[in-house]
């Protein structure tokens, strides 16, 4: 048998199942086969600007003013001047002290070559410290002899005078500082009181008004803490206005005290 024989009948079988086999496979879905169709654009409305509104604050100092009573009012008051004299007297004391080491730094070679204390004396400015020393030591020397004093020595006469000069100076220095010392330590006090005042009188409206809502009790209590708030900004600038003072004070009396010492020698020193 010729081999195309043998190759033919299987080879038949195979195409026959095959094709059997494609047409009993199921078709593809056509959702499937098809692509998903693109989403319509949607229109977007244009940007609005919306104006950002102001709005009063309610509980803030006007309204403190406004709505307080004489008590609230005259302690505001009160805190204000205390503010203003402290500020006077830290602006005054400064160029006061500026002023005396000016002065303390004039007090050159000229003084001390002076031919006599009355010359020196007479080339300081009228207003300085410094020539108020020497004239009292002057004084004293000239004016010991003939009067009462003359039963006191020479020498202790004329240190007394040098010492009461100086003490008038430093007392002249000091003038101020005690208002300062007082604002310090009363302005958290005054304000406390007026803390105290406004929250007594907000909780007396809200117990008379029967609502104990935030907005209720935030706007009254808030605005009395601003009392405290105030008495702190008038004491802190006065107690470190007083601490400076103090310390710039002790700067000028040193300087003082050098030169009266120097005076006091020259003075004794001299043959009458």
């Known amino acids: 048998m010729p081999l195309i024989n043998i190759v033919r009948a299987p080879l038949a079988a195979a195409l026959l199942a095959l094709a059997a086999f494609v047409a009993s496979a199921p078709a593809p879905a056509l959702a499937q086969a098809s692509a998903p169709e693109a989403a319509p654009p949607v229109a977007t409305a244009p940007a609005v600007t919306v104006a950002k509104e102001e709005v009063a ?3 803030g100092l006007d309204a403190l ?5 004489f008590v609230a009012r005259g302690t505001l ?3 204000v001047i205390m503010s ?9 004391k400064l160029f006061e002290q500026s002023k005396m080491l000016r002065a303390a730094n004039n007090v050159g070679e000229s003084f ?13 400015p009228e207003s300085s410290a410094f020539r108020y020393i020497a004239e009292q030591g002057i004084k004293a020397d000239d004016h010991h002899e003939g009067t009462l004093v003359e039963q006191i020595d020479r020498h202790t006469w004329i240190t007394m005078s040098v010492e009461r000069a100086v003490g008038n100076i430093n007392s002249r220095l000091q003038d101020g500082l005690a208002i300062l010392a007082t604002v310090g330590s009363t302005a958290p006090f005054v304000g406390l009181f007026g803390t105290v005042w406004g929250i007594y009188h907000a909780l007396t409206a809200i117990g008379i008004s029967g609502q104990a809502s935030i907005d209720k009790v935030a706007g009254p209590v808030g605005e009395a803490l601003i009392m405290t708030a105030f008495g702190l900004a008038v004491a802190v600038p006065a107690v470190m206005g007083y601490n400076w003072l103090i310390r710039r004070n002790k700067q000028v009396m040193e300087k003082v ?4 010492g120097d005076v006091h020698n020259v003075l004794l020193a001299t043959k009458r």
Request: proline letters at 3%.
């Open 57 to 59: 604050n309610p509980y």
């Open 65 to 69: 003013w406004s709505q307080g009573d």
């Open 77 to 79: 008051i009160i805190m």
């Open 84 to 92: 203003m004299a402290s500020w006077y007297v830290i602006f005054t």
């Open 112 to 124: 001390w070559k002076s031919g006599s204390m009355k010359q020196a004396a007479a080339t300081l």
């Open 257 to 260: 005290r050098a030169f009266s």
